[in-house]
Antibody, heavy 117, light 107 residues
Framework: EVQLVESGGGLVQPGGSLRLSCEVS????????MHWVRQTPGQGLVWVAL????????FYADSVKGRFVISRDNTKNTLYLQMNSLRAEDTALYYC??????????WGQGTTVTVSS | AIQLTQSPSSLSASVGDRVTVTCRAS??????LAWYQQRPGESPKLLIY???TLQGGVPSRFSGSGSGTDFTLTISSLQPEDFATYYC?????????FGQGTKLDIK
């Protein structure tokens, strides 16, 4: 069974930084493309970023470009999201998601990020 | 960015009803569309990809159709566990985008 377990969320002040992690098991991680998707309480889904299987290509939503960095460590089966210059509007539940030919077939349970003073 | 507009935004229906949700793209996306179900308190679940291909383990009462700019998700006979929010998502271009969601509740 494929499992994605996020961690690293928490409360951070505006302008601060946070790094999210996602441990992946049950699938050969080094061939998976991976996404981060976020969801604000009671609101819809927003795609954040995507990384290819070896980390050589990354893609970002305009709202996070230049502030967030998606990366991975295939030796540790772990996906990361480094979030800098955080804003109140970045407050959300962040999901780690496995790509499936463009769709998203496995989702973690999410980790909550709250940006507030 | 490609915008996806779902209609209706909310829908009330009864067990056994046939329900259709529409997703319209702001420009053509061939068949690069997926549908997800999200129950309260749960993570989204992939139902359909490539506009009409049912994900493994998804009941056959779910079906998808369309290409280009207009897509539909149909549930042929609603079951109690189907009351949830449904999202479409395009993967034709970057950035990936989702529709705003359609909340399906019990009449």
């Amino acid at each position: 069974e494929v499992q994605l377990v996020e961690s690293g969320g928490g409360l951070v002040q505006p302008g601060g930084s946070l790094r999210l992690s996602c441990e992946v098991s049950g699938v050969p991680f080094n061939i998976c493309w991976m996404h981060w998707v976020r969801q604000t309480p009671g609101q819809g889904l927003v795609w954040v970023a995507l990384i290819d299987s070896d980390g050589s290509s990354t893609f970002y939503a305009d709202s996070v470009k230049g502030r967030f960095v998606i990366s991975r460590d295939n030796t540790k089966n772990t996906l990361y999201l480094q979030m800098n210059s955080l804003r109140a509007e970045d407050t959300a539940l962040y999901y780690c998601v496995k790509d499936y030919f463009g769709s998203m077939d496995v989702w973690g349970q999410g980790t909550t990020v709250t940006v507030s003073s | 960015a490609i915008q996806l507009t779902q209609s209706p935004s909310s829908l009330s229906a009864s067990v056994g009803d046939r329900v259709t949700v529409t997703c319209r793209a702001s420009q053509g996306i061939t068949s690069a569309l997926a549908w997800y179900q999200q129950r309260p308190g749960e993570s989204p679940k992939l139902l359909i990809y490539d506009a009409s291909t049912l994900q493994g383990g998804v009941p056959s009462r779910f079906s998808g159709s369309g290409s280009g700019t207009d897509f539909t998700l149909t549930i042929s006979s609603l079951q109690p566990e189907d009351f949830a929010t449904y999202y479409c998502q395009q993967f034709n271009t970057y950035p990936r985008t989702f529709g705003q969601g359609t909340k399906l509740d019990i009449k």
